[in-house]
């Protein structure tokens, strides 16, 4: 079991100035999973996504405290490089985000500014666009802009964007709160496909969309870790009463 | 009663129309006014500079005490002294720009710093000129030339180029930013590649006045570049040069005969005006292409 665990927070509090967001919170997630984590707004879940890339490093006046273990190694350890950490733990954000760049550059900038070996830049944007399922409406246009794309298509753009630096995790915060449904349906079935590489830990306030696509399913409320679980029995016998209040529209 | 509500709504309905119609016709005016002022001051110097104008008179150094012959020295010396202005100004403020809004920790120093700058903007210009000459000219023996007049511009320009390159990198999305970083490129690679490209047709805008200022002034070479008579043209940095500002100024001051060198005062301004258009059109240009790619 423990070599499947990925990364690791032990007793992880953080603060934004003075406030607390996070309070103790301890829990593991597993490799080639997809986890969800939900909660009303404002609850910290994605305040913990953007702890796991060091992204929240960019606001003044955070601290963290605890420990989040990934590799072994502590990523909030002064010897670490956030720049290293990001390169493995990839992101994709709420609002499509694509650069005001061609398709093509959108994806080769990662790779050709973070010395990985890209000798094959083109294979490497091909493959990446394939896995995020776009590679057949872009082919042709690669060397236009991003920004012509439909939204559905830019949030696949910055799916594979990611993907060419071939993390380890994958990050994603509401990534379809923006989209319309069939763009949605269209992730929903790339995260499913996805999970066979990557881990993902996916912030989702759409709870439909956390029974569909994630394994294990944990549950914030003011900073807390409430249940921690896997999906099914998140949703069909939660342990802990205040989570199936939430789950069942009761507050939230 | 249905009635009264009708009619009562119909007039209010009016009397909202007519504001509308008052303020918009204000704005009008406003706009009007600046416009035909604009037009009113070209419009004389074009008249007036007109006849001065000929090939000659573009290509020839001033003859006969400069009451007659060309301002071709003049033309260069402006121009000389405005990329060399801008050569000065627009790196360094960049720069500084970077420095304030991407990387300084915001703060009361950096607060401190940017009040300065303001107030930099507001100096009067013949300070920067006195400062050019205690400071370019006779501490670092730069001597009355090109480079101390060009160092004095473009401090002098510095904070109008400081506060249009703050104002542009303030405008990129921070996503752009957020996007670039979780890629695991670092900050000066972001800075360098995204943020500074997608803020470069906004510091162009706001440089192009600065620009304009630099080939207007007079007070500040007069002290550190500008000569009030040389034939030769320049042949290194730190030679003198004549410039139009202050060849228009010593024409209509101190020149030999005042009154019988009007047309070609004015012709001097009417060039003045065309240099400074031209290089802002440059900058235009530029502009325009950095922009096709920028949507967001």
Redesign the interface.
């Given at each position: 079991m423990d070599s499947d665990i990925i990364i690791k927070l032990n007793k992880v509090n953080f603060y934004y100035g003075q406030s607390r967001a996070l309070t103790d919170i301890t829990m593991s997630f597993i490799k080639n999973k997809v986890s969800a984590l939900i909660g009303p707004s404002g609850c910290g879940k994605s305040t913990l996504l953007r702890l796991l890339?060091r992204?929240n490093d960019?606001i003044?006046e955070t601290r963290v405290e605890g420990e989040i273990l990934f590799e072994d190694k502590n990523i909030y350890a002064k010897d670490i490089d956030p720049?290293?950490?990001?390169?493995?733990v990839?992101?994709v954000?709420q609002?499509p985000?694509?650069?005001?760049?061609t398709i093509y550059n959108n994806i080769a900038?990662?790779p050709k500014?973070?010395s990985m070996n890209t000798d094959d830049l083109d294979t490497l944007v091909e493959q990446s666009l394939k896995q995020a399922v776009l590679w057949d409406e872009v082919k042709d246009i690669l060397n236009k802009?991003a920004?012509n794309l439909s939204g559905g298509q830019q949030q696949r753009l910055?799916i594979a964007?990611?993907l060419a630096?071939k993390p380890d995790i994958l990050l994603m915060d509401e990534p379809t709160s923006a989209l319309d449904p069939i763009s949605t349906a269209k992730i929903e079935e790339l995260i499913e496909e996805l999970k066979k590489n990557y881990t993902i830990i996916i912030v989702t306030h759409n709870m439909q969309q956390a029974a569909r696509i994630s394994d294990e399913t944990a549950f914030f409320y003011l900073g807390n870790l409430v249940e921690y679980n896997k999906t099914e029995k998140i949703f069909t016998n939660p342990d802990v009463k205040q989570t199936e209040d939430y789950i069942t529209g009761r507050f939230g | 009663m249905k009635d009264m509500m009708k009619s009562f709504k119909n007039n209010s309905m009016k009397w909202r129309y007519f504001k509308q119609n008052l303020f918009f016709g204000a704005v009008r005016l406003s706009a009007l006014i600046i416009a035909l002022a604009l037009g009113g001051i070209l419009f004389y110097i074009i008249v007036n500079g007109i006849g001065a104008i000929s090939w000659d008179f573009i290509i020839k150094p001033p003859t006969d005490s400069m009451t007659k012959g060309g301002i071709m020295p003049a033309i260069l010396g402006t121009i000389y002294l405005t990329i060399g202005a801008i050569a000065i100004g627009l790196p360094l403020g960049i720069a500084s720009a970077i420095y304030l809004t991407e990387y300084a920790?915001?703060g009361r120093v950096i607060r401190l710093i940017k009040v300065g700058i303001n107030c930099l903007a507001g100096v009067p210009s013949v300070v920067f000129g006195l400062f050019g000459l205690g400071f370019f000219v006779i501490f670092l023996k730069f001597g009355s030339s090109i480079l101390s007049g060009s160092l004095t511009l473009g401090f002098l320009i510095l904070p109008t180029i400081i506060g249009a390159a703050e104002e542009a990198l303030k405008a990129v999305?921070q996503?752009?930013?957020?996007?670039?970083?979780?890629?695991?490129?670092?900050k000066w690679?972001t800075t360098y590649?995204?943020v500074l490209p997608?803020a470069m047709p906004g510091i162009l805008t706001g440089s192009i006045l600065g620009i304009g200022r630099a080939a207007g002034e007079t007070a500040p070479i007069m002290f550190t570049a500008a000569a009030y008579f040389t034939a030769k043209l320049p042949g290194s940095i730190f030679d003198e040069v004549m410039a139009l500002p202050y060849h228009i100024y010593v024409l209509a001051t101190a020149g030999t005969n005042i009154e019988a060198t009007r047309p070609i005062q004015f012709g001097t301004v009417l060039v003045l005006v065309a240099v400074v258009l031209s290089i802002d059109l440059i900058a235009i240009i530029i502009r325009s292409y950095m922009r096709k790619?920028?949507?967001?």
């Open positions: 890339n992204m960019l003044d720049v290293e950490i990001r390169r493995k990839g992101m954000f609002k985000n694509p650069f005001p760049k900038y990662g500014l973070t802009s920004m910055c964007r990611a630096m | 920790k915001q999305p996503t752009f930013r957020e996007a670039s970083l979780s890629l695991g490129v670092s690679q590649r995204i997608n790619n920028k949507r967001w």
